[in-house]
């Protein structure tokens, strides 16, 4: 009988993009190269660094991080708009693994054909501009959990056959209950025929306290990274905790990640030293 190996799941920390936008927190570029060079070290699998589109500090931290960090990904934000996404582009330039990360919105405002087209256009249009400067691009079905599914379907089809490597299912407003989400996943995983094409992620929100387990309760239906953040940083009420996701992830007879627990504290230490906010 042959046993199942564990899966490994990718962690992709955001403490320094999604954590920046907790209420009252921002950090300068010496503090990120410091959590950066942490986080490489403990085997965090992705670093998004910033959003240089929406805030101009953030494309120097993502240049410089570019520059600094060698075995995790680099990785930037980007709306579907051209202009944000070469920003991303140039400051990912130097990475030695640099990724661009892009986001639109699934939740149209009215369920017309003409939006339905356009939203698809930009979805088809700012990956195909993404791939041209960089191999590894993921997209994020912006308030995916508030969408009507047929349409983020079509549109997770669209990102994959267009080149995004990575997928990304995201609670924007941390709105479901950990049998929603996980129901909101199966319906993708089901519904989506090229998903195995892609690796599928998940992007929990803290509004409701169901981030860790919503992320948690995803993966059985083949989600292979996970987005996180240390101490839960995040907008609003943050994220999933990096250190709780890791934990329980170690030991699994399913999956594994790259980083050990303990290593998590060190990171933990650091950011609340910086942030001031203690770990949840
Ligand atoms: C980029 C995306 C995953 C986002 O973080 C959106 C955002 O912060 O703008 C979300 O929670 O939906």
């Known amino acids: ?30 503090q990120k190269i410091e959590i950066a060079q942490l986080q490489e070290a403990i085997g965090v699998d992705i670093i998004e660094v910033g959003y240089p589109g929406a805030f101009p500090k953030d ?50 405002k009215d369920r017309s054909q003409t939006l339905k087209n356009h939203a698809l256009n930009l979805i088809k249009n700012s990956i195909t501009l993404a791939r041209n400067y960089c191999d590894d691009v993921e997209w994020s079905a912006f308030d995916a959990a508030r969408s009507d599914r047929g349409f983020l379907c079509k549109s997770v089809e669209l990102a994959i056959s267009s080149g995004a490597t990575t997928v990304s299912i995201p609670d924007s ?23 195995d ?30 987005e996180c953040s240390v101490n839960g940083l995040g907008a609003r009420k943050g994220n999933a905790d990096l250190s709780q996701i890791v934990i329980a992830l170690s030991p699994s007879p399913d999956y ?22 203690e770990p949840p």
């Open 1 to 30: 009988m042959s046993e199942k190996s564990p899966t490994k799941i990718n962690i992709f920390d955001t403490t320094l993009r999604d954590g920046e936008l907790t209420p009252e927190v921002t950090m300068n570029l010496q």
């Open 59 to 108: 494309f120097d931290e993502v240049l410089a991080l570019a520059k600094i960090i060698k075995n995790s990904t680099v990785c930037g934000l980007a709306s579907s708009k051209s202009s944000e996404i070469e920003r991303v582009a140039e400051a990912i330039k130097p990475a030695n693994r640099g990724r661009i990360h892009l986001y639109s919105t699934v939740n149209l």
């Open 173 to 195: 407003f941390g709105s479901l209950t950990p049998e929603e989400f996980s129901e909101l996943i199966a319906t993708v995983v089901n519904q989506v025929p090229n998903i």
């Open 197 to 226: 094409r892609a690796i599928l992620s998940v992007h929990c929100h803290n509004d409701r306290g169901f981030a860790v387990e919503n992320s948690l309760a995803a993966l059985p239906h083949g989600v292979r990274q996970i």
């Open 256 to 277: 594994f990640t790259d980083i050990n627990p303990e290593s998590c504290n060190n990171v933990s230490q650091l950011v609340t030293q910086i942030t001031g906010i």
